[in-house]
């Protein structure tokens, strides 16, 4: 095993070649921990890490890191995201060095939903950097020990400089727009110094397919490890409000079709998400699944079982 | 140009309200072009004001006036005493020349009636969009022209986020364009679209708003 650049739990899932598992947990909206006590339980043991996201679409929750603390007290690792949308590079950067202190080693970097999708609308957007920038911010800090600004990250001139010990994620949608930006994109993720990447929750098989050959053609597949979202489709109403609602986002009609036509919705709904974990395990470069069961944590552990990935490696 | 538009009639009338001698003054250069302060909106806005005045029985003496700039001052010496004159001056300038007008009368009560947009173009009659925002580091030569900073929702500088869909920004998939979608179709226009590949660094931000008020003092032409 070559060496670790953060050892989180993640990272040696990938060192070791073995398909990872992820899921995301949406802290609360509000100041109870037992949100996440009781989504951790559902998770613990299924999945290798956890994303905890940072205040998605715009709507107030607990702060990602907070909740990512809590979430490693129930016994699983946390990936805290970090949008760009909220702050700047001083408090991005001083949320790193918090993050990293209270033990959290993944460290995921993201543009930001827009404000005016979430509950706050009349706010200001910070956009101080981009999610490339980030990236590239977070692994200045680890690898060369830096601040953005060039400042050697030690606490006084006579102190050895301290840096974070992060594995480094990013985010990939293959189903927005201009397609052939989209590896151009992902590309420039990798020379920012990206270790994975987790992509938007992938639907249209064949432009995900066609998306993993433009990848594997630039050979970036070997120099990140690339996992694949999923979401289950709880409804035929929530299929609906994916395909037609949610920018970057293609929900063939087919699995609409067949959520219609089936008795229970919910079974078929997991049905369908197992089987796209199975084929997308086939695909060549990709290296793990990232589940995204949106306020359905407690259906993971099924689909992980179902998906036949439990019991996790050991590592 | 400096895009605005008129203040909803509601909002004017009510910040004018309890005036005697209002002073409606226009201007001539950018919102003359964008239809929202020049000679032609002082005569409608006026005509409205003393129509509701009429209505609402309030006796209210209006006069109009429009200069050819209301951000250099050399332009204010025409309307002087009309200036003087009033209670209130009801500027359909941008926000620069209601606050120039502000500087120039001291004790003199300037009130917009414009709301100030954008640094924009005319896309037709009637459409005018945003195209500059003045952060003060031109960065046009990178992106085929089209500025990401401006014309993006996010001023991402490093391509396209995952809310890019058939051109359309998610911020209004109906009106608004994917400034990434712009210059991704621009750059590959051009035959540069390898140039979007390289790592743009983080922008230095100083020479924008965020660096404190600004001003350029030219050396070479100060008197």
Redesign the interface.
Same mark, same amino acid.
């Given at each position: 095993m070559s060496e670790l650049k953060a050892g989180s739990r993640l990272e040696k899932i990938f060192a070791k070649g073995a398909f990872a598992v992820t899921a995301e947990l949406g802290p609360p909206k509000c100041a109870d921990g037992r949100v996440i006590t009781t989504k951790a339980g559902f998770l613990k043991g299924t999945v290798d890490a956890v994303n905890i996201t940072d205040n998605q679409t715009a709507i107030v929750r607990m702060s990602s890191i907070a909740a990512g603390v809590l979430a490693m007290r129930e016994g699983l690792e946390p990936v805290i995201q970090i949008t760009c949308r909220d702050r700047n590079r001083i408090a991005i950067q001083s949320d790193v060095l918090g993050a990293a202190a209270l033990g959290i080693r993944n460290i995921l970097c993201l543009t930001g939903d827009h404000q005016k999708f979430g509950n706050h609308p009349a706010s200001r957007n910070v956009f101080d950097m981009d999610s490339i920038q980030l990236i590239d911010m977070l692994r200045c800090m680890r690898d060369e020990k830096k601040f953005q600004c060039g400042d050697e990250i030690k606490n006084s001139k006579n102190e050895p400089a301290v840096g974070p010990k992060l594995f480094i994620g990013g985010a990939e949608n293959p189903f927005a727009d201009p397609f052939e930006f989209r590896v151009i994109r992902l590309a420039k993720k990798v020379a920012a110094g990206v270790d994975f990447v987790q992509t938007q929750c992938v639907y249209d098989m064949e432009r995900f397919e066609e998306w993993m050959k433009q990848v594997r053609n630039r050979g970036l597949h070997e120099k990140v490890s690339i996992m694949a979202g999923v979401t289950p489709l709880k409804s035929v109403g929530m299929a609906k409000y994916m395909r037609d609602s949610v920018a970057g986002l293609v929900v063939p009609d087919y699995y609409i079709d067949r959520l219609s036509k089936a008795a229970d919705k919910a079974a078929e709904g997991i049905a369908i998400c197992v089987e796209q974990i199975r084929r997308l395990r086939e695909i060549p470069g990709v290296a793990g699944v990232h589940i995204m069961a949106i306020e359905w944590e407690q259906k993971i552990p099924e689909i992980v079982r179902l998906a036949g990935l439990v019991p996790r490696p050991a590592v | 140009m400096i895009v605005a538009e008129r203040k909803p009639f509601e909002k004017i009338n009510g910040s004018v309200k309890g005036y005697k001698k209002v002073l409606i003054l226009g201007c001539g250069t950018c919102v003359t072009v964008c239809m929202a302060g020049g000679k032609k909106e002082v005569e409608i806005l006026a005509s409205t004001l003393r129509l509701a005045n009429q209505e609402a029985g309030v006796a209210m003496d209006i006069q109009e006036a429009t200069i050819e700039r209301q951000c250099d001052r050399e332009f204010f010496d025409e309307v002087k005493e009309k200036i003087e004159w009033a209670d209130v001056v009801l500027s359909m300038a941008c926000g620069v020349g209601v606050q120039l007008c502000g500087e120039l009368f001291c004790g003199k009560i300037v009130l917009p009636a414009l709301d100030t947009k954008f640094y924009g173009v005319t896309e037709k009659q009637g459409v005018w969009s945003e195209r500059c925002t003045g952060c003060g580091d031109c960065v046009l030569e990178f992106f085929g022209g089209v500025c990401p900073i401006a014309r993006c929702? #996010?001023? *991402? *500088?490093? &391509? $396209?986020? &995952? &809310?890019?869909? #058939? &051109?359309k920004c /998610?911020?209004d $998939?109906k009106n608004m364009d994917?400034g @990434?979608?712009l210059i991704?179709?621009r750059m590959k226009s051009l035959g540069l679209l390898d140039r *979007? /590949?390289k790592?743009? $660094?983080?922008?230095n @931000?100083s020479s924008a708003r965020d660096g404190g008020v600004r001003k350029t003092v030219r050396e070479d032409v100060v008197l």
């Open positions: - | 929702s #996010k001023s *991402l *500088l490093n &391509g $396209p986020c &995952g &809310g890019s869909q #058939k &051109g /998610e911020v $998939p994917c @990434w979608q991704y179709d *979007l /590949e790592n743009q $660094p983080a922008k @931000w």
